[in-house]
Every structure is written in C-alpha cells, then in structure tokens.
C-alpha cells in the first residue's frame, strides 16, 4: 500500500495543490511534467520523485493502516549544503491524541537519502490514521520520496507472501552482452552457470536481433516497442505503462542518471539509482552491488514492481578499444588494420590484442553472472521468484576483433546484431525456440505476460500469440523477417528472412575520399561469421531500401534511399515489409 496512492493532504493554513500527489494516475502523459509539488530529489546520483516540503509547513492525509504490524517507511533527504528544517511526523486515530513518531529539530544535510521505518501500535492495525508532516520554521526544504505503509502478511504464519495484484517484472538489459558467449548459447568456454540455470528454466531464442546496435537508442527502442530514432513522448514505454497499473518502477544503472540513455522513459521511472556492479567493486565487496536493488525490491512491500537492470558490461579498466566502424566495410568483412604511422610506437597485433580482450570479456561476463546469480537467489529465498517475470538480453552485442575493432557499436554484423534473450515467464513453459526474435518483441511480450492490454502502433508483437505456452508468431506472421537498422547518416539496415542475411549501407561521404556502398547477403547457416559476401539480389535490395524510405518519413533519420520506391519496390513489397513486421494482417 503507497502511503500517498489516494491520500488528500491538506495545509493547516488553507488549501494545499497536491492532488493525489504522486499517485500513478497523476502522473502526466508527457515527459518533464510532474503532478503540483511533486519534482525530482537527487543524491549521489539516487534521483527518486518525491515531495518537497517547505519549511514552517504541515501536510495531513488519513490512511487505513494494514491489519498486522503497521509501520510507515519514508526516505528522506536535506541536500547540502544547507541543514534542512526540522521534521516532526504524527498520527492519531479519529478524535485522539497525536502519537509522535519521528521528532528532529534539525535535519542534518547528506550526501544519501535516510531511510526511516517507523512503527505504529499494533492495536492501530486495521485503522483508519490521520498522518501529519510538519516542518521547521527555519532551514532548507525536505525531500520526502517512497513513503509506503507495510505490515506483516495475514498469512505469515503460513509462511506465504500476499497476493499481488499482477506478477512482478526484472528485466536485466546489458549493453555488449553477446549471445554467443554465453554457455546456454553453446559456447564451451563459458562461466556463466547462473545465466545458464536460468535459461534451463525459461525459454530462450536462439536468434534475436536489436532493433538498433547502439547502447542508448537500442534500449529506449526495446522499452517502447517500436524503432526509436529521436524523443518521444513517456507514454510509449514499458516503466509508465506498468506504473499506470500500479506498479512500483526503478531503475539501476549508470552513476549518473542523466547516463542511463533512457531517453524520455526515464522519467516514468520512481526512482533511477546506480547500479553497484558497474561501480567497479573488489571481488570481496561485489556483494553490495545486489544490495540496493534488493532493499528496494523489499520495500515495494505488497505492491508489484517493474525493475530495470542495465548499463554497460562491467569491463575492468584499462586501455579505451578502438570502436567499431558505424557501418560495415564496402568490399570485405574483416578489413585489416591501418599500418602505424612512422614514428609511432609498435602496434600491438591484431591477435594478441584479441586475446587480451577476450579474456577481459570473459571476466567482465563472469562477474556479471555472479551477480545475476546472487539477486535471482535472493528472489528465491524472498518467496518472489515465481511470481516474478525475468528477461535478460542486450541492447547491442560486442566486436572482440572480427572486424578490427572492439566495443560496442552500430555495425551491422552478428556481433553486434545478435543478442540473447532468455524469458522466463510463469505458466509459460521452458525450452529453445527456433522463432525469430526481435529486441521490439520484449515490451508486448511482458505487458501480454503480466495481463495488461497491448497498447496501439507498436512494431512488436508478443512472441506467445494465443493463450499457449509455446512461442509462436501472430497471425499472418509465419514467414518473418527482423530487420535492424542503424541512423547514420546516411542510414544502413539489414534484415534476416531465415538463415538469408541482407545488409545495405548506401554510399557517403564527399570526394576525394567517398565510402563506397556495401549491398551483401550471407547465408549464417554455411556462414555464421560473414566472411563469405554474396551480391545482394535485387528483391532484397528493394525491401531494404523500401524500410529505410519507409523510416525516413516517420522515424525522422537521414535515409540516402530516394523517397519514392524505385522498382522492383512496388506496393505488394511494402505490404510484406509491414506484414513482416508484424503490423499488417492479411
């Protein structure tokens, strides 16, 4: 139960514009507008939406406590450099005398937020309480964020949790995290046995594409469900439409918040907090990174949550890898390196530095797995885990050298391209699927999981169509095929029509030294690491060109395809294209 869901607070001086403050249904339909007095509070890079209270100021609302064991939990916050006022919060049944729960005259300011817990009789349980918050006449305002009443279960002597109005929802995204690394995608080298236990007890596909190899846009792509290029309003992103049902939503990731690349998702978010495995912790202290999302997850109490894992993989530090070139080569798949100017120190081979590059890789991964491992164990011993939906994919692969580059980037190579995507959804069975997958597919797959309506114009589709608990395509998408592009300028894209790859980049740049146009085709079953190009026959050439003319217009990026289809790109094409994707139905 949200302390502030429903609650009317009011102002002993007269009226307070707080309606319903931050309730979820107060939330505004567009970024960057908050409810009356709700704004954001941040320390040490922990942003959470909360209320900020002004000194000599007292808020009232009257709340039914839960029945067993009631108490209220509140984060508060003075930021520096000032010492905030001071803080005195009250209750009191109906026509009674005030119980002071919490009295401090001052609040010294902090560098993190003070959670407080604070315990009400349990002969209150089940009563209707009046709560106040009053402030001191003097000193800098308070932050006041996920106030929340909890109480112990009715069934706890059962030993069960209460019943949640919908399942919960982890989603751990991981820019880099390529598939073919992992054990469960058959790589003999592998240390991954806590993402491999999962993927024996979930479904995975065996050939998911990002919508868009690039870290920031791919995510805010996979969280809206549609090809994403620019901003775009908060409504049309998995954090917001699961917090209009009610649902608690954070995310952890980068230090910053404004390095989290949710792009205008971010907002929809309660709170957006670092993630301690991207902090680059010892070994013997790498258990604290599970700990922050675990405290939140116990403080969501009762109430549902949807919680985002993501950032980069956890790489240890050392010398920055040359990125990848945004758009594959014109006349071969795996370039050779630039000769080192004369002058220049020696360069390291392409071989060795693979090497030591893997080997960073495949450390980065095994931490990461201990870490998803510790957290989906704490699920477990929490009583949460089956009633918990869990994906793990990536926002964009990792070049270890293929190419002559390493990181991660927008090529639009299977390195890059193919990500994994482990789903692990209650009532849905387990096993491997040969379906072809997209990163858009992800938001309609949890929200059809989670029992929520679907909502319109995305370029997804749930991979579970029906009621069954095998994936199978929509209706009148049988013979499907991905498609991937990247921005540019000037724009390229790839699509995939079973093991048929197809990859066009139009020509750019000026004279003297213009980049020629690459239109290849590989076969990933007798050609898995595109060393082989073929020419691009003219129908697959026509279909890309028709997506990136089609993106053109209403994805608003630089397309060096012509604006009308030029033969054979006819009609019947387009239709194919969109019937492919998943939004024509003959």
Excluded at 161 to 183: E, F, K, S, T
Excluded at 217 to 245: T, Y
Excluded at 335 to 362: F, H, M, S
Aim: charge should be negative; charged fraction near 20%; proline fraction near 12%.
């Amino acid at each position: 139960m949200r302390l502030l869901d429903g609650a009317i607070w009011r102002r002993d001086a007269g009226p307070l514009e707080l309606p319903a403050p931050l309730a979820k249904d107060a939330l505004a339909p567009r970024v960057g507008e908050l409810p009356p007095g709700a704004a954001w509070a941040e320390s040490a890079g922990d942003r959470r939406r909360a209320l900020w209270l002004e000194p000599a100021r007292v808020l009232r609302c009257a709340l039914e406590l839960p029945p067993t064991a009631p108490r209220l939990r509140l984060a508060l916050l003075a930021a520096p450099p000032a010492n905030g006022a001071g803080l005195r919060i009250a209750a009191a049944l109906e026509g009674g005398p005030e119980l002071s729960l919490f009295d401090e005259p001052e609040i010294a300011c902090a560098a993190r937020w003070r959670e407080l817990e604070l315990e009400l009789p349990a002969a209150w349980g089940g009563a209707t309480v009046e709560f106040s918050f009053r402030s001191g006449a003097a000193g800098a305002p308070l932050a006041l964020a996920e106030p929340r009443l909890v109480g112990a279960p009715d069934s706890a002597a059962r030993g069960a949790r209460p019943q949640r109005r919908g399942p919960n929802v982890l989603l751990v995204v991981i820019d880099g995290l390529r598939a073919d690394r992992l054990g469960c995608f058959g790589s003999a080298r592998a240390q991954t046995p806590a993402i491999d236990a999962l993927a024996r007890s979930a479904w995975l596909f065996e050939r998911c594409w990002t919508a868009l190899p690039s870290p920031s846009a791919g995510k805010q792509s996979l969280l809206s469900g549609r090809f994403v290029a620019a901003a775009e309003p908060v409504d049309a992103a998995l954090p917001l439409w699961f917090a209009r049902q009610g649902y608690e939503t954070a995310a952890f990731g980068p230090r910053r918040p404004e390095d989290h690349g949710l792009g205008p998702a971010a907002a929809a978010f309660d709170r957006l907090a670092p993630w301690g495995l991207l902090e680059g912790e010892s070994a013997d202290s790498s258990a604290r990174a599970s700990s922050a999302p675990l405290e939140w997850i116990e403080r969501c109490s009762d109430q549902p949550f949807f919680l985002l894992l993501h950032g980069p993989l956890p790489l240890a530090s050392g010398a920055g890898p040359a990125p990848p070139s945004p758009s594959p080569p014109a006349s071969e798949a795996s370039p050779a390196p630039a000769p080192a100017a004369p002058g220049d120190p020696d360069p390291i081979p392409l071989g060795v530095q693979r090497q030591g590059e893997e080997q960073r890789y495949a450390a980065a991964l095994s931490r990461l797995d201990a870490e998803l491992g510790r957290l989906l164990s704490a699920l477990e011993a929490a009583g949460l885990r089956e009633h918990t939906l869990v994906a793990v994919t990536a926002s964009v692969g990792f070049e270890l050298g293929e190419r002559g580059g390493f990181g991660a980037g927008r090529s639009l190579y299977e390195e890059q391209l193919h990500v994994p995507l482990i789903l692990s959804l209650p009532g849905k069975g387990t096993g491997r699927s040969p379906l072809l997958a997209s990163s858009l597919d992800l938001a309609p797959t949890l929200l059809s999981a989670a029992g929520l309506t679907l909502p319109g114009g995305l370029d997804g589709h749930s991979l579970f169509a029906g009621r069954g608990s095998t994936p199978r395509p929509p209706p009148g998408a049988a013979d499907r095929r991905l498609f991937s592009w990247s921005p540019g300028p000037p724009a390229a894209a790839a699509s995939l029509r079973g093991p048929l790859k197809a990859l066009l980049a139009p020509a750019s740049g000026a004279p003297p030294e213009p980049a020629g146009e690459s239109a290849l085709c590989f076969d990933l079953a007798l050609d898995p690491g595109e060393l082989d190009p073929r020419p691009l026959p003219a129908e697959r050439r026509a279909e890309l060109e028709q997506f990136l003319g089609q993106g053109s217009r209403s994805r608003g990026f630089a397309s060096a395809a012509p604006a009308t289809p030029s033969p054979p790109a006819t009609e019947a094409l387009l239709a194919a294209v969109l019937e492919a994707l998943g939004l024509l139905r003959r």
